[in-house]
């Protein structure tokens, strides 16, 4: 399984954009790059995926670098409600059946006014 | 989350009673995954189902626990001579069929055991 490595915790600045980093060196070219969030306990929300090109839906934008070893997630104007902890996640793929998840320990991202 | 419905929210266990831990998935969605989360730790994969199969259990602990998701009703995940380590909060994700799509989790049992 292709490992991900994130900082533990970053603070950021309401109303600013929020970076959010993530390594995964070791990615198979077939292996999609998911983030989702946990906000408070509450169950994981997905936020965005994306395999080669970036990707931007209402909630944030992925980028992801060309030799997709890496990729970040920016959250465009964070608010005090996107405090959670953010999961970077390369999806293992199943043939035939689909894929799960394997959770690292995310980052804490506080967003403080 | 919307759609994945996990029933019930709180569950209190004696030690030694069992638990059962309900999830309807997504209407639709053919996928089921399990994790638990103990108190201040991550989430960590337990068990993989497609329906009426198991596909990954390499995360399930090998006494007390089974899961299941029959053809018809929910998915079931059930805990055995329930120890007060098994305290934690489980989550249910479904997905649909297709690779490549997101899964959406619902809002979780506690499980306290006494």
């Known amino acids: 399984d292709a490992k991900t490595t994130q900082p533990p915790s970053m603070d950021c600045a309401e109303g600013r954009a929020a970076n959010l980093p993530c390594n995964h060196s070791?990615?198979?070219?077939?292996?999609?790059v998911y983030w989702y969030r946990q906000i408070h306990s509450q169950g994981p929300q997905y936020i965005i995926h994306?395999?080669?090109n970036n990707e931007t839906n209402e909630m944030a934008s992925l980028i992801i670098t060309e030799d997709r070893k890496s990729s970040t997630l920016i959250l465009p104007h964070a608010t005090l409600r996107d405090t959670a902890v953010y999961y970077c996640?390369?999806?293992?793929?199943?043939?035939?059946?689909?894929?799960?998840?394997?959770f690292g320990a995310g980052t804490i991202l506080r967003v403080k006014s | 989350n919307a759609g994945v419905m996990q029933n019930p929210r709180h569950l209190v266990r004696r030690r030694g009673q069992e638990a059962r831990l309900r999830c309807s998935p997504v209407?639709?969605?053919?996928?089921v995954y399990w994790y638990r989360q103990l108190p201040e730790e991550g989430l960590k994969f337990m068990v993989y189902l497609q329906k009426e199969n198991i596909i990954d259990e390499s995360g399930m602990p090998k006494e007390r626990f089974s899961a299941e998701f029959p053809k018809e009703g929910p998915s079931i995940l059930r805990i055995q001579q329930v120890v007060r380590g098994d305290s934690a909060a489980y989550f249910c994700?479904?997905?649909?069929?297709?690779?490549?799509?997101?899964?959406?989790f619902g809002q979780g049992t506690r499980l306290t055991v006494v």
């Open positions: 070791t990615i198979s070219g077939n292996e999609y």
């Open positions: 994700a479904s997905s649909p069929k297709d690779v490549g799509t997101e899964a959406f």
């Open positions: 994306g395999l080669k």
């Open positions: 209407k639709g969605h053919s996928h």
């Open positions: 996640i390369v999806r293992v793929e199943y043939r035939e059946y689909g894929n799960k998840l394997v």
